[in-house]
Antibody, heavy 121, light 108 residues
């Protein structure tokens, strides 16, 4: 059974750095073709793709947020960490991590439950 | 970046109706198009990948078609559990993913 779970602060102040951890089980991030991505969704809004890291450490970032994002992985701990600097109230959203598999059309086939992050002073 | 549009942005339908949602990409993405369903308060769930392949466990009333820039998600006979928001997702080579703005399906 594949599970992913996001953890991190629920409230951050403007200008602070957000650090989110995705802890997963049921698959390995050292397997060829596997990646873990981060997607967020502001209240009532569409999904927004943020970042992705592959089994071979290849990293991809949203161009509009690239300067603020860093994604890393710890394969031994089955974790992927996303940091986002200089948080702003417009970054208030539910943040999801999800598994991506090449054999399923590079879709996100398993998702965490999401964690709501509020940016407010 | 690839830009995605979806139409309609929302629709009202009845149980048993046939529903069609379209997604258009700003450039040719071949068949690298996935469809997701999201119900309120839940994470999205993949329905269709590679434009037309049904994800395991997804009812066959869902189908996808298209290639290049124009894609369609069809629900052949709408069920109560299908009232949700549907998103398309474009995958293209080294470019970042792009999600469509979503189509909300409400009860008529």
């Amino acid at each position: 059974q594949i599970t992913l779970k996001e953890s991190g602060p629920t409230l951050v102040k403007p200008t602070q750095t957000l650090t989110l951890t995705c802890t997963f089980s049921g698959f390995s991030l050292s397997t060829n073709g596997v990646g873990v991505g981060w997607i967020r969704q502001a209240p009532g809004k569409a999904l927004e793709w943020l970042a992705l890291i592959y089994w071979d450490s290849d990293k991809r970032y949203s161009p509009s947020l690239k300067s603020r994002l860093t994604i890393t992985k710890d394969t031994s701990k089955n974790q992927v960490v996303l940091t986002m600097t200089n948080m702003d109230p417009v970054d208030t959203a539910t943040y999801y991590c999800a598994r991506r598999v090449a054999s399923y059309g590079y879709s996100f086939d398993s998702w965490g439950q999401g964690t709501l992050v509020t940016v407010s002073s | 970046d690839i830009q995605m549009t979806q139409s309609p942005s929302s629709l009202s339908a009845s149980v048993g109706d046939r529903v069609t949602i379209t997604c258009r990409a700003s450039q040719n993405i071949g068949e690298y198009l996935n469809w997701y369903q999201q119900t309120p308060g839940k994470a999205p769930k993949v329905l269709i990948y590679s434009a037309s392949t049904l994800q395991s466990g997804v009812p066959p009333r869902f189908s996808g078609s298209g290639s290049g820039t124009d894609f369609t998600l069809t629900i052949s006979s709408l069920q109560p559990e299908d009232f949700a928001t549907y998103f398309c997702q474009a995958i293209y080579s080294t470019l970042p993913d792009t999600f469509g703005p979503g189509t909300r399906v409400d009860i008529k």
